[in-house]
C-alpha cells in the first residue's frame, strides 16, 4: 500500500489546479495510525471557499488507496503564508502564467497597519519585465491580484504576498 503522506501529497488545489496542497503549504501533517490516517491542513485564509473540496479531495483520494478511516482537521494557527509555497510551486504557478508572490511581509502582532500606495513591482510571468500595473487588487480568487505588463501588453494574475 503506498503510503497515506504519498497520496495525499497528490491532491491538486481545486482553486490552482496546477499545483497539489503539499506543493502550496496547505498540507501541514498526515499521520497514519492502525486503521486511521489523520491529515492536517491550513487553508490560504480563513474561510477560503475552497477549503471543503480539499477535504472532500484528500478522503476520496486516500479512501480509493485503501485508507477506511480517513480524518482531515483545518488548522488554523500558525495562520498560512505564501512563503510556504516550495520552490516548485513557484515555478509551476509562472509557467501558468501566474507571476508568484515575493517574501511575505514580517510584521508585528497587533492591528495590521493600512498601506496606501504603490506596491512592489511584480515581473511579468510571460516576458519578465517590471513594468507591470495592478488593474484590480482581487483577480479570479481574493488571493490573486490582476496586472498587466506594459511591455508585451499582456495581462496576468499575480499571488499576492500574504
Do not use: Q
Amino acid at each position: 500500500m503506498v503510503s497515506a503522506r504519498a497520496v495525499a501529497e497528490t491532491v491538486t488545489d481545486p482553486e490552482l489546479p496546477m499545483l497539489t496542497l503539499a506543493e502550496l503549504g496547505v498540507l501541514r501533517d498526515v499521520r497514519e495510525e492502525p486503521g486511521r490516517v489523520e491529515v492536517t491542513i491550513t487553508p490560504t485564509y480563513t474561510g477560503c471557499p475552497a477549503v471543503d473540496a480539499m477535504r472532500a479531495d484528500l478522503r476520496r483520494r486516500l479512501a480509493d488507496a485503501g485508507y477506511a478511516e480517513v480524518e482531515v482537521r483545518t488548522v488554523l494557527d500558525p495562520p498560512w503564508t505564501t512563503d510556504w509555497i516550495s520552490e516548485p510551486g513557484r515555478r509551476k504557478l509562472r509557467e501558468a502564467g501566474i507571476a508568484p508572490p515575493g517574501p511575505a511581509p514580517r510584521r508585528a502582532s497587533g492591528p495590521v497597519p493600512l498601506t496606501l500606495g504603490p506596491t512592489r513591482r511584480v515581473p511579468c510571468p510571460r516576458c519578465g519585465s517590471s513594468d507591470t500595473v495592478e488593474l484590480s487588487r482581487f483577480g479570479a480568487t481574493a488571493c490573486k491580484s490582476l496586472r498587466r505588463c506594459e511591455s508585451c501588453r499582456e495581462p496576468f494574475e499575480h499571488f499576492k504576498e500574504i
